[in-house]
């Protein structure tokens, strides 16, 4: 048996612009997805994935390509990924895809910290392993799940899944450089209780008009990267204002709804209490992250977050990316 796990991620800042070659700052958190692959007497391949579908997965191997028996519109990931990684196993496999950490609170919903980038590096990472293949996991993972997003993204989510820890992330060459998490500086996750997909508001991006402000924020983004590679959480904290300012111009202009489902709220309230409020990623739902330099104004305003209907998240730093074991 060998199995695989890697971690998902919240971006801190960065989110749109890194498609324009800014850079992302992403963190990794610590739900992470699993796969696991096991030996097989059947004459096909298997999957299977907990909390997400009770419908197995069929299917052969032909020139590196996955024949599908059935199952195939449930597992477009592991499509994907077994035809961008084109093994040729010698026998069958039974594969195992657990995100169920990936799900909030009542477990209806995921939560929106990245958990398609986090399998497709631990199902990369796994099968790599268990076949001896002398791959490139990271550059495999990119391909596989740039594929499953029609071609679209910019690949932050998986670079963050592979290294784990805070990184600063530029496209197009995908460089990756690790960045201290800031002494002092405090946060806490929200989950807003909307489900919100990052592929659709990018598709709705490149269908747009480019305005001035998309501009802005590639520059806001520069600044806020300077932020945090200076590992001053009062810096950090002091460029977020105008950070968020230019990313909810931006969101405003190209029709993105990126303070939508409420964060627009909890991003006036946060500025009341003096803390600082941004949405993670694509926004207009998913979750959200409240920063300050005080612990305890930063829990006491998580667990006063059922008033604008959000939830505290329970996802903590985790400095490891893809493990294989």
Known sequence: MTSASAPG???????YAVLDGAPAICMAVDRRARATIVESPRQFHS???PGYSDIEGRFTSAGGAAEWLQGRDVYPLLDAAWNALAPEPRRGLSITLDTRQFFAAGGATKAGLGSSAAMTVAFVGAISAHLGLPEDVGGTAHDAHRSLQG???????????IAGGLIEYRMPDRSVGAIALPEGLCWALLWSGVASSTAAKIRRLADAATRPSREALAAAAENMAGAWRSGDANTVLGEYPAYCDALQRFGVDHGLGIFDAGHDAVAEAAAEAGLVYKPCGAGGGDV????????SKVDAFADDAARF???????CFDANGLTTD
């Open 288 to 295: 959200g992250i409240v920063m300050g330099a005080d612990a």
């Open 309 to 315: 209907g959000f939830s505290p998240l329970d996802a």
């Open 151 to 161: 071609g679209r993204g910019s690949g932050v989510d998986v670079a963050c899944s």
């Open 47 to 49: 999957v299977t994935a």
């Open 9 to 15: 991620k919240v971006v801190l800042s960065g989110e």
